[in-house]
């Protein structure tokens, strides 16, 4: 089994002060705050509690990380400001909003030292004083296996801190514009799409240019891949955020809201290679991020045996 797409391991951030974060409202279409919950916290700390519980049963090594600061509301989403990668690397990234900027822990990465192989933490965060982002595997989604990319161009994808990442991580750079029918641009790459090992889930009709939408969608081919195509919808549905994972067998974790999405034919697709596993996190999705916003991935060898 191939878990260079797939990791094993994730680690997750327990929130205790979660909202809809005020300060990326402006240019996230996903968030809302006139959903859910008057007092969100504990709702937002059950659906996470019953995702982890959901993804320990699945076979996934799940590390939780407790966050009781209260100026860090999207905290629950640390996809963002650190990724793995296999060979023993770390990266860390900038961030576009102040207060996300308080989300970068370094015990977290301390104890990924200590449970996993690190040979290096590449950190481009010092970066923010040039009002620069890229905010990790939410701004790119990335093939591990074809070393690809694939990247929305937004505020929080800096082209040259892009070329930067892709060079010292041996990726090749594919970056596109991607917008809605209303014309809002796609925040975040890992809403728009999702890579697994044998298939791809994204929403080509999205892609801006019709000429880079045909590169995209023949690169993804290429690899070998089926290449689900999304609707709008879907994606606003938080389709195309899902996350390939290996457990005690290949998953695909999605929120419950997104697998309502699919259609028969497209689940049918995906259980060719992957068992759903869909979360239900209602009032987390406010925040305008799903399933694999929650999710970092460990691409790290383990030290030793993982206890969960």
Known sequence: ?????APTAVVMIRPHHF???PDTISDNAFQTTTEGPADPSNTALQEFD?????LRSAGVHVHVFEDEGSDTPDSVFPNNWFSTHSGGHIAIYPMYSQNRRLERRWDVIEELKRSYRVQDVIDFSGLEEDELALEGTG???LDHIGRVAYTVKSTRADPVLLERFCTHFNYEPMAFEA???QGRDVYHSNVLMGIAEKFALICLSMIVDPAR???VAARLSE??????????EQIANF???CFALTGNDPLLALSARAMEALTPAQIRRIEHSARLLPLSIPTIETAGGSVRCMLAGIHLSPRKRISQ
């Open 239 to 241: 389709a195309g955020n």
């Open 213 to 215: 939408r045909a590169e």
């Open 50 to 54: 019953t995702a982890v519980k959901a």
């Open 1 to 5: 089994m191939n878990t260079l797409q």
């Open 139 to 141: 701004a790119m989604v």
């Open 223 to 232: 690899s070998g891949r089926d290449v689900i195509d999304l609707s709008e």
């Open 19 to 21: 909202r809809s974060n």
């Open 179 to 181: 917008r809605d029918s």
